[in-house]
């Protein structure tokens, strides 16, 4: 690393263009807080929604990226927990990952165990506890449950087939291509919808007629009116993200006709204890450790070409995780 740390900076919202990188200086570590040399870093949709102006940053000009993972080389007063030369690893923090150099509060990091490399933590933290929290503790789900999974083949898609699969969920996904369909059925998806035109028709079809039982719509505008004409009686729609815009206001009455329920999750509120950030984490890693999750890196930038990660992402290129190597 040079002597003055560089940073994805934006100074105004809009496209991937507003991206540059800047030197932003070092920042010594306060009371309770790691200073990180970050080795990879997650790129999440969140960071496009923070970009865009989708979601509010706290301020302008403004770090990007939640999700992180690197080595302490510093910690101010008060920290035991950890010390220079740990490997540790974050996902869910405010918006600025996209850095060579990070400053966080000691607890809302988490040990890297050995076998778990900076890559894969920064591929997989943000998007394995998501979907740790989605399938463990948002709506329960049994084996022989049949469920929708859109974007199978995204970051969290191909983890949260994985995840459900495990639990012998029958998972039914929609991918826009036939070779995202090859990767998702690849990575615990059952049956595969490629395109959005005829979703419901044909969950209708490969479920009898009956639906799932949850809708996970991670699309939001396009697809969440599909998703919930997808849902069986008593079928619940979680609805966990925006990829192609707002969704529109849900009328409460559509829901009476299946006696149906909705969820709108954010990570951040399902790990905002640290017992239940770290047993998330924790879970995640096993999950890795133990092979019943397989990590798919499908792109990799360096940080200093963010802007041409967010275009990927947005333009529907991208499968599996992303990462930026400082
Ligand atoms: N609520 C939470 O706490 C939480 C936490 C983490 C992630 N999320 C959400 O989970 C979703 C997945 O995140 P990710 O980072 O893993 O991204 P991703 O799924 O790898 O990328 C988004 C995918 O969405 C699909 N898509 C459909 N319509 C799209 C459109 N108009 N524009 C762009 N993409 C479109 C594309 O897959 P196809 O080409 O196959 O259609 C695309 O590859 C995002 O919606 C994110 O906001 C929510």
């Given at each position: 690393m040079r002597s003055m740390p560089s940073a994805i900076r934006f100074d105004r919202t809009g496209g991937p263009e507003v991206l540059y990188l800047a030197e932003v200086g070092s920042e010594a570590p306060g009371p309770g807080q790691v200073q990180i040399r970050q080795r990879a870093i997650g790129v999440n949709f969140i960071d496009v929604y923070h970009r865009s102006g989708l979601y509010a940053v706290p301020g302008l000009p403004s770090g990007l990226g939640s999700e992180a993972a690197g080595v302490v080389t510093a910690v101010g007063p008060g920290v035991s927990e950890f010390k220079p030369g740990d490997r540790v690893g974050y996902g869910?923090?405010?918006?600025?990952?996209?850095?060579?150099q990070r400053v966080l509060p000691a607890d809302r990091l988490v040990p890297l165990p050995d076998g778990i490399s900076d890559e894969l933590a920064a591929a997989i933290l943000l998007k394995g506890m998501t979907v740790e929290a989605l399938v463990e503790r948002t709506v329960p789900v049994r084996s022989g449950d049949t469920v929708l999974v859109h974007a199978a083949a995204g970051g969290v898609g191909l983890l949260l087939c994985q995840w459900l699969s495990n639990r012998g969920v029958r998972v039914i996904g929609t991918v826009s291509t036939e070779q995202k369909a090859e990767l998702a059925l690849a990575h615990g998806a059952d049956e595969i919808v490629v395109g959005h035109d005829d979703f419901v028709a044909r969950v209708r079809e490969l479920t009898g007629g009956r639906g799932v039982r949850v809708a996970y719509d991670s699309i939001g505008r396009t697809t969440v009116p599909g998703s919930i004409e997808c849902l069986a009686l008593r079928g619940a729609l979680i609805?966990?993200?925006?990829a192609s815009g707002k969704p529109e206001p849900i009328?409460?009455?559509?829901?009476a006709k299946g006696s149906l329920f909705v969820t709108r999750p954010v990570l951040f509120h399902y790990i905002a204890e640290r017992s239940e950030l770290l047993a998330s984490a924790r879970a995640v890693f096993e999950g890795v450790l133990s092979g019943g999750l397989r990590v798919h890196i499908g792109q990799r930038f360096a940080l200093a070409d963010a802007a041409k990660a967010h275009v990927a992402l947005e333009s529907r290129q991208t499968s599996g995780a992303t990462v930026l190597l400082p």
């Open positions: 869910g923090s405010a918006p600025g990952a996209y850095a060579e609805a966990y993200g925006n009328d409460v009455l559509t829901l």
